[in-house]
Structures are given as C-alpha cells and as structure tokens.
C-alpha cells in the first residue's frame, strides 16, 4: 500500500476536512483563558526596563543612585553591573562573521537605537517601577547614526562595519544572460518597516524555585525548547533545571516567543533576587522594542526574449536589519533570495544580500518573511516586462511558469539552511482556477466602465509561492487515559492559530474517536524532551503527521488486543467513536476499557507494555511549497491620495486542509496585515533616528473599517508528497502577494503601469509619485519619445 | 504605562471645583472625559500634581437652548450629539459631524467641552467652535469671563485658559433656518485624527451666498476661520467652480504645520480639497438634511 492510498475513515471518524468548532475557543470567549498578565506568584517584584532614548552615541554615565533611593525599590542595574550576562544568541547558521553584531541583554559602552535597554529597575509594584525608570539619569554623547541602509554602511564599532555579511546566491551564465537578451529590464524597489502588533504584547514572569532548583519562565510562546536550551547554555544551567511556560498566547506572528534582552533580563533577576520578577511589556515599548521587519530595498534587473521569457534575473538586495543581529542572524536577508523566484523558471540567477545593521530596533521574521517583500518584487518584474514588450502581464507569467510536470524542482539555491526543491503544484492551474473564481474579467470590464466615468478603479493581481512545514523534526507522545480520552503531547507550540483543534482533528480520524475527545498538550518545556515550535507554517505538517503516525501505532496496538478479547481477527474489527467494534451488531470493547486492561497493574495486560499509547517522530529535510493567488480591487481618491479596498479574493493551494475554517480565518486574518504592510502600517524615524511610529495611532494597523470583502478559495490540488496526508501549511499565504496585488491594482486604476514602486502606498506617497511620474512622461514626450 | 502619582478630587459642585483649582495652582488639571489626558499620562507625557474631576458634577452636563444659543456644560458627552440636540440646521450639523470623532467607546465619554481645552488642531469641535464664532464660559473663584472661541484657542495644544479656570460651557450660536451647512474631513482610517478638514455654513438668500462661514482645522496649528476662502464666496452664487476657486484661495493663505509624517505641501493640497468639499456638502444640504 502506498502512502498515498490511506484507508477511508469511516464516517463518524472523518474529522479531516471538516470545519469542526475550535477546541480553543471556550475559555477565551468565557474570559477564563489565562495570558501571563493575568499570572501572579506570591512575592512578586516588577521590573520595568530603561531605554536608550537616542539612537546613537556612548553611554557617559548612567546615574541610578536617584532611582535607588526610592522606596519599594529593590534593585536597579545598569549594563556595568550585569556585564558577566551574555548577548543575545542567534540560530545556527551557514552565515559567518555575526557573533561580535550580537546585542548585549544590556547596552554597555555604546547605545544603537531608541528603546535599547540601558537599565533595568525591578520594585514592589508596576508604578513604582515605573516612577523610578523615570529617575534613571542617562547621559550620552550622541553620535550621527546610520539609517539607510541603502547608503554606504557606517562603523559598527572599531573596525567592523555596519555590513556584517554580504549573502550571495545564484547559478546559471547570468552575463551571457544579459549580453544576449533581447531588453532589458530594471526596477528600483522598496518595502517599509513593518512588523507584528499583536494585540498581547510580550510578558515574562520569572521564578527560581529553590526548593527544586528550577528556573520557571512563563510567557514563553513559538519556541519554548529552543529558548530553553539557550538559556540552559547562556546561565550555565542544566537544561533539566529550566522550565518554560506558554500561557494562553495573544498573537505572535515570528515576533513573539523569541529571546530579546528581556528574558534574559528577567532570569538574571529571578536567579539572583530568588523572588518572582513579572515584565509585561507596553505598548509603547512593543513598537520599538519588539522585532521590526520588511525594509529592504532591491534593485533587479531582468534578461528577457521577445515573448518575455525570463533569462535571467540580477538582484541586489539592501537589507535593513537594524541595530543588532539577534536570533535569527541573517535568515531574513538570505531567504528572500533564496526564495525570490517564487513559480516562475529561471534558467540563470544571480543574487547578493547586504545585510546591514542600522539605529532602528533590531528586525527578524514578521510572517511571510522575505515572501512578501520578494512577492512585491517578483510581480512589479514580471507587470515591468510586460509593459516593456507591450504584452498581457498574465501572459508573461504564463511563460515563465514552472509546469506541473517539472516538479519536484530543484531550485539549486538554499532557503533556511535547506535546499530549495517545489515539492508539487499545478501553477498554471491556479492561475486559470483564480482568474475563474474572482471573476477576473468582469472586474476589469466593470473598472474600466467606471473609469470612463471618473473614477479611478483598478484591479491588480499577485502570484506567489509560499514555503512550509520546515523541519527538522517532531515528535508526539499520545496515550489513551482511562476514561477513553486522548491525551497528544507536543513540543510545538500554539499562538492562538487554533493548532490543538487541527491536532485532534488528524488524531480522531486517524484513531477513531471524537476530535473533542482529544486534547492535545503543549507549552511546557518539562512535559516533552523535544520541540521546534510554532513557526515557518510547519505545525500542521510536522506535528501533523507525527499525530498521525502515533495514532496508527496506537490504533494497531488497540485493535490487536481487542481482537484477543474479542476472538477475532484484526481485519474484522474497525474503531468508531473510540469503540473498537466487529460491525454495529458485533461484539466490541472500548478504548477506555483497552486502555485499563493495559494498566501496568492489570492481570488481563500479559506480557503486553504498559498502556495504550505511543510515541512517534516525524523527520522532513525539505519545506513543502503552498502556492496561491491575490486579486484586488482598489477606488483611488485621486484629490487626497486615498486608496480604498472595495474587494478582495485570495486562493491558496494548501495541499491538504484540515479545518477550512480555521484555514479561511488565517488567510483573511493574514490579509489584514498585508494590506497594514501595503498601504498603512510603517515603522518611521527622524533624521536623528528618533521612531516617529510608537503609538496605534501613528502606526496605523487595518481595522474593520479599513477591510474589504473577502473571498477565499482555498484548493487541494497538489498535495505534498513530502507528508502522507499532503498537508502544505496555511498560516502566511494571506498576507505573502498583498502588496503586489494592491501595486498593481493602484497601476490599474491610475492607468500608470509601474506607478507603485514602494510600499506601503500611502496617500502622500502616492500624489507626490504621480507627480514625478507624469514629469517624467511629460519630459520623455518633450523628448520625442513615446 | 502607568502614570506618575497624582492627586484625585471629586467635587460635587463648580465652586468647589474651582476652589480646588485655585488650592493647586500651575500643575493641576481638570479631568472632563480624560480620552486624551488619561494616555498622556499613561506615557507620561502629562505630569499632573492634582486632577480635579468634574464629571461628578451635575450642573456641567445639561445641554440647552437659550437666547439663539446653544449652551453646551463641561461634561456633555460626544455621544449626546448621535441625534440633533436642537431641531435646526446646527442639531443637524454637529450630527453629521460627532462621527468623525474617533470610535464609538471614545464618543461615549469625551466631552464637547474637554475637546476645546485640549485644543488639538485637529479637533472636530475646535474647527466648529472657531468657524461658527463659539463663546465660552470660564469660571474661577474669582468669576466668570465669556471668551470667543478664536481668542481662546491659541495655538496647538494651547489656550488662553489660566489654571485656575474651568472651561463650564460653550455657547454656539444657532443657524438661521435658511442656513445651508457642511463638512468634510480627511484621514487615512476611520476615527483617526484628521489630516485636514473643513466645516463651511451660510445663511441662503435667495440662491446667494451670505454670511459665509468657512473654517480648516488639522492644516494649521489651531482651528480658524478663513477668510481668503469666505472672500470669494461672500454674495455669489454656489457653484462648483467657485467652491473649486475657493479651495484654491484657501490652500493658498494657509500656512500649514509641517511634521516628519506629514508635509507642508500635502497639507496645503489637502486645504482645497477640504473646502471645496465641505462647501458642496453645505449646497446638498437642505432643510431635512445636512451631511457630509
């Protein structure tokens, strides 16, 4: 039997596919979820972190004796008194060079941007913690700092530059390329700092249990196990004697849950005050604090023929990672090129990131990292080359894509230390089946319609290719109790994304019982020896099918012993709704009562082991690749620049969706931060490098108000043949081509094609740009040209 | 995002709030709807020693009509204004406008009065204040001065109030029954803070434009009238051309604030677009209706 051919659950088993209700939900609608603010220990102490509140310069003295002096306060530290901490550790990486980038948990010698801890103060309460950052005395001497990255790179420190590595990638004869090409084209593009807001910001609470000689951090979230050993290694601590804890996690999306200067903050004091020390992390502090993403600027240049088949593609890619590199070094940079060719051939390719450190908050992953800015790229390419030959932007993809019959393909270029190979997908098919669903050509019948009467409507389209399910491993640990639940242990992690319910759902089918009899246990460092967390869209596929697999053991071990109670042979008996039964009239036993017969102390067990359950891991060197489309419709108010989404339809090709429901509530939910990143949400700074962008109201996030209407397809055209139930994760495809749909669409309804050549659009870029743009058209005409 | 210490007084009547405001002196502050005052001080960009809260008082949350004025006390709510709180052209006006003031839980407890004091340029009732020519009430324990709006109102985040002052009530005149009135603003989503806006009313006599009232608020530093804009529209005829040439005159003599979000050039842009809006928004009002 091959492992595609999997046997079909019976009815009342069949839980994969189904939107079934989130198993999550109840407590978080009833107000009984537990978040780490609503977590409080007995003696707790509060710290509060002082910030650099320049972007630049060297630290002259920090005066803490003030804030000493105040009453509840227990202790303050500046960065010379916690210089034996370590700096921030980064992921292993191919990359080298980056160690002496790393940030200290507390700024010594030099500060780097706004936000960066300078002290911290831990007292009694909240307020008093907060009265006496207010009484640090900080005294700097500022330095000029370095804010654009595209800009020749600064001094870093004596000698080492603000360009800690330049990440190159590529293959194929890229000169012969161009020399040969029939035209040329080139873009200069750029997308803005913009990052995750979600609505919990981080918070911590530490606590060094003496009795057992454990560290407890709780407020852990995305990737407990790593963090764990980290902090095991950085405080010279037996990974045995650190204990992390996810509570109810309000949004990550790649921020949340990694290690900033806080958690190690927050150990050092629990460790040394041996009382619980709780951070909970405001919102003014989130905005220039916690990791930024996106701002890159490239500068790529495309070889084509005559009916716009690429032949090669030239990229440099100015990356701004800002002040420090922290823990994902210098991924972000490395994957956009790595994974910038999205569905697309291209015989030959050549790439170099720099990767550069500037006076901003450090940046790292913001969901679909380096996928939505390569996305906005790519699709501005391929619109730019069709505009050139005077040809169908559609019909330049159509050229360009990879067949269906082509995959897997191997890309020869390396993303997130893996090698790139398109596991599956039917691109053309989507186009077609997208295009189709949005009803593609008479929204562009019904825009220019109403254009003809004024108004400026546009339609826009982006192809992307996302990337899941990134290993290496996973592992689960599943057991029938005696009451006949289930219990699924996992080290991956939840960030609200609904993963225990979709977990469930492939256990129930796969073993024959209720989803709602399964709960699945996560977040604790203790419960399981291993974890990689939740991130990269890999939770459904890797613990996805280590459930699945634990289940098949388990199912076997429960239908091989009841087929000894119940005399008879395995292939007659079935599992419906946890009973193991020969038909509906045959004899049966339940697991529940499987389960006690294989209790330890259970004369009926034999020589069996122990227990009705099973442990299993799941291995995956390759990421699989979900693939979709964004369709937008857009209504420009030309006189104020406003950009207003009427519709919007997004497909997406996940393989295998467990829950569309939950899957649908990703894409739309993802979308929002798209359309933040493509048209609102900016992280801004003045020339002293002072963040303008530190409150919601001048980081504009979308809101109700600002959303469309939304359609999604979601498709299961091409399942991955990496994992036997074909799952591609869902989790970053709503967000990954809305900039490039909403580029084009504001093309479309300004009849501009490569107006857009930055995001986000907002309304004062855009009048100034269509400005420019018109006095360059009017200037080329002057000159007789077109 | 907690704030500093400070001191709470909760009196029940206006003389004794004022007392406790002239008790406190330079760094007290009266404590209305607290919509901006409470963040401020939650970042702690506000320091007060001592809040004096007035919501506690009943006198300061009647609306009324007296004398051709309505006569707006310190807490009445944004909310009061969801339906018209005078049968004529201004109950509908403040209508139409109460649902550009930032969202719903907002409205329900910042007040007209607190959003005067506040005195931020882009403030909703700054703008109608300033442009309908508002007298305002401030009471001390030495007594009562009236003040128009345009003297009080001094500049961004600034007025002529002394500390020991409470802001009681604002006076706005009413319309007259043939005025036609309107308002547009400009902001990137819904319930921001304008990034331009413009209220323009006149009295209808006979098809020509008389008493033209046409006022900018979120361009400059402060809330005004306009007078290059009411120059050109004074006794003419409302057409669209003329409303275009008077969002012209008006972008014209602004001088807009400039920040490192926001150009001086955007703004500027922004004022004819604002007026010539808002001023045919006031020609499609009619007597069942005003509206943006």
Same mark, same amino acid.
């Given at each position: 039997?091959?492992?595609?051919?999997?046997?079909?659950?019976?009815?009342?088993?069949?839980?994969?596919?189904?939107?079934?209700?989130?198993?999550?939900?109840?407590?978080?609608?009833?107000?009984?979820?537990?978040?780490?603010?609503?977590?409080?220990?007995?003696?707790?102490?509060?710290?509060?972190?002082?910030?650099?509140?320049?972007?630049?310069?060297?630290?002259?003295?920090?005066?803490?004796?003030?804030?000493?002096?105040?009453?509840?306060?227990?202790?303050?530290?500046?960065?010379?008194?916690?210089?034996?901490?370590?700096?921030?550790?980064?992921?292993?990486?191919?990359?080298?060079?980056?160690?002496?980038?790393?940030?200290?948990?507390?700024?010594?010698?030099?500060?780097?941007?706004?936000?960066?801890?300078?002290?911290?103060?831990?007292?009694?309460?909240?307020?008093?913690?907060?009265?006496?950052?207010?009484?640090?005395?900080?005294?700097?001497?500022?330095?000029?700092?370095?804010?654009?990255?595209?800009?020749?790179?600064?001094?870093?420190?004596?000698?080492?530059?603000?360009?800690?590595?330049?990440?190159?990638?590529?293959?194929?004869?890229?000169?012969?390329?161009?020399?040969?090409?029939?035209?040329?084209?080139?873009?200069?593009?750029?997308?803005?700092?913009?990052?995750?807001?979600?609505?919990?910001?981080?918070?911590?609470?530490?606590?060094?249990?003496?009795?057992?000689?454990?560290?407890?951090?709780?407020?852990?979230?995305?990737?407990?196990?790593?963090?764990?050993?980290?902090?095991? #290694?950085?405080?010279?601590?037996?990974?045995?004697?650190?204990?992390?804890?996810?509570?109810?996690?309000?949004?990550?999306?790649?921020?949340?849950?990694?290690?900033?200067?806080?958690?190690?903050?927050?150990?050092?004091?629990?460790?040394?005050?041996?009382?619980?020390?709780?951070?909970?992390?405001?919102?003014?502090?989130?905005?220039?604090?916690?990791?930024?993403?996106?701002?890159?600027?490239?500068?790529?240049?495309?070889?084509?023929?005559?009916?716009?088949?690429?032949?090669?593609?030239?990229?440099?890619?100015?990356?701004?990672?800002?002040?420090?590199?922290?823990?994902?070094?210098?991924?972000?940079?490395?994957?956009?090129?790595?994974?910038?060719?999205?569905?697309?051939?291209?015989?030959?390719?050549?790439?170099?990131?720099?990767?550069?450190?500037?006076?901003?908050?450090?940046?790292?992953?913001?969901?679909?990292?380096?996928?939505?800015?390569?996305?906005?790229?790519?699709?501005?390419?391929?619109?730019?080359?069709?505009?050139?030959?005077?040809?169908?932007?559609?019909?330049?993809?159509?050229?360009?894509?990879?067949?269906?019959?082509?995959?897997?393909?191997?890309?020869?270029?390396?993303?997130?230390?893996?090698?790139?190979?398109?596991?599956?997908?039917?691109?053309?098919?989507?186009?077609?089946?997208?295009?189709?669903?949005?009803?593609?050509?008479?929204?562009?019948?019904?825009?220019?319609?109403?254009?003809?009467?004024?108004?400026?409507?546009?339609?826009?389209?982006?192809?992307?290719?996302?990337?899941?399910?990134?290993?290496?491993?996973?592992?689960?640990?599943?057991?029938?109790?005696? #009451?006949?639940?289930?219990?699924?242990?996992?080290?991956?992690?939840?960030?609200?994304?609904?993963?225990?319910?979709?977990?469930?759902?492939?256990?129930?089918?796969?073993?024959?019982?209720?989803?709602?009899?399964?709960?699945?246990?996560?977040?604790?460092?203790?419960?399981?020896?291993?974890?990689?967390?939740?991130?990269?869209?890999?939770?459904?596929?890797?613990?996805?099918?280590?459930?699945?697999?634990?289940?098949?053991?388990?199912?076997?071990?429960?239908?091989?012993?009841?087929?000894?109670?119940?005399?008879?042979?395995?292939?007659?008996?079935?599992?419906?709704?946890?009973?193991?039964?020969?038909?509906?009239?045959?004899?049966?036993?339940?697991?529940?009562?499987?389960?006690?017969?294989?209790?330890?102390?259970?004369?009926?067990?034999?020589?069996?082991?122990?227990?009705?359950?099973?442990?299993?891991?799941?291995?995956?060197?390759?990421?699989?690749?979900?693939?979709?489309?964004?369709?937008?419709?857009?209504?420009?108010?030309?006189?104020?620049?406003?950009?207003?989404?009427?519709?919007?339809?997004?497909?997406?090709?996940?393989?295998?969706?467990?829950?569309?429901?939950?899957?649908?509530?990703?894409?739309?939910?993802?979308?929002?931060?798209?359309?933040?990143?493509?048209?609102?949400?900016?992280?801004?700074?003045?020339?002293?490098?002072?963040?303008?962008?530190?409150?919601?109201?001048?980081?504009?996030?979308?809101?109700?108000?600002?959303?469309?209407?939304?359609?999604?397809?979601?498709?299961?055209?091409?399942?991955?043949?990496?994992?036997?139930?074909?799952?591609?994760?869902?989790?970053?495809?709503?967000?990954?081509?809305?900039?490039?749909?909403?580029?084009?669409?504001?093309?479309?309804?300004?009849?501009?094609?490569?107006?857009?050549?930055?995001?986000?659009?907002?309304?004062?870029?855009?009048?100034?740009?269509?400005?420019?743009?018109?006095?360059?058209?009017?200037?080329?005409?002057?000159?007789?040209?077109? | 995002?907690?704030?500093?210490?400070?001191?709470?007084?909760?009196?029940?009547?206006?003389?004794?709030?004022?007392?406790?405001?002239?008790?406190?002196?330079?760094?007290?502050?009266?404590?209305?709807?607290?919509?901006?005052? %409470?963040?401020?001080?939650?970042?702690?960009?506000?320091?007060?020693?001592?809040? %004096?809260?007035?919501?506690?008082?009943?006198?300061?949350?009647?609306?009324?009509?007296?004398?051709?004025?309505?006569?707006?006390?310190?807490?009445?709510?944004?909310?009061?204004?969801?339906?018209?709180?005078?049968?004529?052209?201004?109950?509908?006006?403040?209508?139409?406008?109460?649902?550009?003031? +930032?969202?719903?839980?907002?409205?329900?407890?910042?007040?007209?009065?607190?959003?005067?004091?506040?005195?931020?340029?882009?403030?909703?009732?700054?703008?109608?204040?300033?442009?309908?020519?508002?007298?305002?009430?401030?009471?001390?324990?030495?007594?009562?001065?009236? %003040?128009?709006?345009?003297?009080?109102?001094?500049?961004?985040?600034?007025?002529?109030?002394?500390?020991?002052?409470?802001?009681?009530?604002?006076?706005?005149?009413?319309?007259?029954?043939?005025?036609?009135?309107?308002?547009?603003?400009?902001?990137?989503?819904?319930?921001?803070?304008?990034?331009?806006?413009?209220?323009?009313?006149?009295?209808?006599?006979?098809?020509?434009?008389?008493?033209?009232?046409?006022?900018?608020?979120?361009?400059?530093?402060?809330?005004?009238?306009?007078?290059?804009?009411?120059?050109?529209?004074?006794?003419?005829?409302?057409?669209?051309?003329?409303?275009?040439?008077?969002?012209?005159?008006?972008?014209?003599?602004?001088?807009?604030?400039?920040?490192?979000?926001?150009?001086?050039?955007?703004?500027?842009?922004?004022?004819? %677009?604002?007026?010539?809006?808002?001023?045919?928004? +006031?020609?499609?009002?009619?007597?069942?209706?005003?509206?943006?």
């Amino acid at each position: 039997m091959g492992d595609h051919d999997l046997r079909q659950p019976p009815e009342a088993n069949r839980f994969i596919g189904r939107s079934v209700k989130r198993l999550e939900d109840p407590p978080l609608l009833a107000g009984r979820a537990r978040f780490v603010g609503d977590l409080n220990f007995p003696g707790q102490l509060h710290a509060r972190i002082v910030r650099s509140p320049v972007a630049h310069g060297a630290i002259v003295e920090v005066d803490t004796q003030a804030a000493q002096a105040l009453p509840g306060v227990v202790a303050v530290w500046a960065g010379d008194d916690l210089q034996h901490l370590p700096p921030i550790p980064f992921r292993a990486t191919a990359i080298k060079g980056l160690t002496p980038y790393c940030q200290p948990a507390v700024a010594r010698g030099m500060v780097r941007y706004v936000g960066e801890p300078v002290a911290v103060v831990i007292a009694e309460d909240p307020y008093i913690a907060e009265d006496a950052a207010d009484l640090v005395m900080i005294d700097i001497d500022e330095h000029e700092p370095y804010l654009d990255a595209a800009c020749e790179p600064a001094s870093f420190a004596p000698s080492l530059s603000c360009e800690p590595t330049v990440i190159e990638k590529g293959y194929g004869d890229v000169d012969e390329a161009f020399s040969t090409a029939f035209a040329v084209v080139e873009l200069e593009l750029k997308t803005g700092r913009h990052s995750a807001v979600p609505m919990e910001t981080r918070g911590l609470l530490a606590r060094y249990d003496t009795a057992r000689d454990v560290l407890e951090l709780h407020g852990a979230a995305k990737r407990p196990h790593w963090n764990r050993d980290q902090l095991a #290694d950085l405080f010279k601590l037996s990974p045995a004697s650190i204990e992390l804890y996810e509570n109810s996690v309000g949004g990550g999306f790649g921020v949340r849950g990694e290690l900033y200067p806080e958690d190690l903050i927050l150990c050092h004091a629990a460790l040394v005050l041996k009382r619980p020390v709780k951070w909970i992390e405001d919102r003014r502090e989130h905005l220039m604090a916690t990791n930024h993403s996106r701002e890159q600027t490239h500068r790529i240049h495309a070889a084509v023929d005559q009916k716009g088949r690429i032949a090669a593609l030239d990229e440099t890619l100015f990356h701004d990672q800002g002040a420090y590199v922290r823990t994902h070094g210098a991924r972000v940079a490395d994957m956009t090129i790595g994974l910038l060719l999205g569905p697309y051939r291209v015989p030959a390719y050549r790439a170099k990131a720099h990767y550069r450190l500037t006076n901003k908050t450090p940046a790292a992953t913001y969901r679909a990292p380096g996928r939505f800015e390569g996305t906005f790229v790519r699709e501005r390419l391929v619109e730019a080359i069709a505009v050139r030959l005077s040809l169908d932007p559609m019909e330049v993809r159509r050229v360009n894509l990879i067949a269906s019959s082509e995959m897997p393909y191997e890309r020869n270029l390396s993303a997130l230390e893996t090698d790139v190979v398109l596991d599956s997908g039917d691109y053309a098919g989507l186009i077609e089946k997208s295009l189709a669903f949005s009803g593609w050509d008479e929204l562009r019948r019904e825009a220019e319609r109403r254009r003809a009467q004024g108004e400026s409507v546009g339609v826009g389209f982006g192809l992307f290719v996302e990337k899941s399910g990134l290993g290496p491993s996973e592992l689960v640990e599943m057991r029938v109790e005696a #009451d006949g639940s289930v219990t699924v242990v996992t080290g991956a992690a939840s960030l609200g994304q609904g993963m225990e319910t979709a977990i469930a759902q492939i256990c129930a089918e796969t073993l024959g019982v209720d989803y709602r009899r399964v709960r699945v246990l996560h977040g604790d460092t203790n419960r399981i020896a291993f974890g990689f967390g939740a991130h990269a869209s890999r939770v459904s596929v890797m613990t996805g099918e280590a459930t699945r697999r634990a289940s098949e053991i388990v199912r076997t071990k429960a239908l091989e012993f009841a087929a000894e109670l119940l005399q008879r042979h395995v292939n007659q008996l079935e599992i419906v709704g946890g009973v193991v039964q020969d038909g509906k009239e045959g004899p049966s036993v339940t697991l529940a009562d499987l389960a006690r017969q294989l209790h330890p102390a259970s004369p009926a067990r034999g020589d069996r082991e122990p227990g009705l359950s099973a442990s299993a891991w799941f291995h995956n060197k390759h990421m699989n690749y979900p693939y979709g489309a964004h369709i937008a419709q857009v209504r420009i108010d030309q006189a104020t620049g406003h950009v207003a989404v009427e519709r919007y339809a997004i497909t997406y090709d996940v393989g295998r969706a467990i829950n569309p429901a939950m899957i649908e509530g990703q894409i739309v939910g993802g979308l929002a931060q798209g359309l933040g990143g493509a048209l609102f949400e900016e992280f801004l700074y003045d020339q002293s490098g002072q963040p303008l962008s530190v409150t919601l109201a001048d980081y504009m996030m979308v809101g109700a108000t600002e959303m469309p209407p939304v359609d999604v397809l979601i498709l299961e055209d091409a399942p991955s043949p990496l994992n036997p139930l074909g799952i591609k994760g869902a989790g970053e495809g709503g967000v990954t081509a809305a900039g490039a749909a909403i580029a084009s669409a504001v093309d479309d309804a300004l009849q501009r094609p490569g107006l857009v050549d930055r995001l986000p659009v907002t309304p004062q870029y855009l009048r100034r740009r269509m400005q420019q743009y018109d006095e360059a058209l009017g200037s080329l005409s002057g000159q007789g040209a077109p | 995002m907690k704030p500093a210490p400070f001191v709470l007084h909760s009196p029940k009547t206006v003389s004794e709030a004022v007392a406790h405001l002239a008790d406190i002196g330079e760094d007290g502050l009266v404590l209305a709807g607290g919509q901006s005052l %409470v963040p401020m001080m939650a970042l702690r960009v506000a320091y007060p020693s001592d809040l %004096v809260d007035i919501n506690g008082i009943e006198e300061l949350q009647n609306i009324s009509v007296e004398n051709e004025e309505l006569a707006i006390g310190a807490t009445v709510r944004h909310a009061r204004f969801y339906d018209p709180v005078e049968p004529g052209p201004l109950g509908r006006l403040l209508t139409s406008i109460v649902h550009h003031i +930032a969202h719903h839980p907002i409205r329900e407890r910042g007040t007209f009065c607190g959003s005067l004091a506040h005195a931020d340029p882009a403030s909703e009732w700054c703008l109608v204040a300033a442009t309908l020519g508002a007298k305002l009430v401030l009471v001390s324990q030495t007594g009562e001065r009236i %003040v128009e709006a345009g003297e009080f109102i001094d500049g961004a985040m600034s007025t002529t109030r002394e500390p020991t002052e409470l802001l009681a009530q604002a006076r706005l005149p009413l319309l007259a029954p043939s005025a036609r009135a309107g308002f547009y603003e400009f902001n990137r989503r819904a319930g921001d803070f304008a990034l331009g806006m413009a209220l323009a009313a006149y009295d209808d006599d006979d098809g020509l434009m008389r008493n033209v009232r046409v006022g900018l608020g979120g361009i400059e530093d402060r809330a005004a009238r306009n007078s290059a804009a009411e120059a050109v529209l004074e006794g003419q005829r409302p057409t669209q051309s003329l409303f275009a040439d008077a969002g012209r005159a008006a972008a014209e003599s602004v001088d807009p604030m400039e920040d490192a979000t926001t150009s001086a050039e955007y703004r500027r842009d922004l004022t004819a %677009v604002c007026v010539e809006r808002a001023l045919a928004a +006031a020609a499609a009002s009619s007597s069942a209706q005003t509206s943006r």
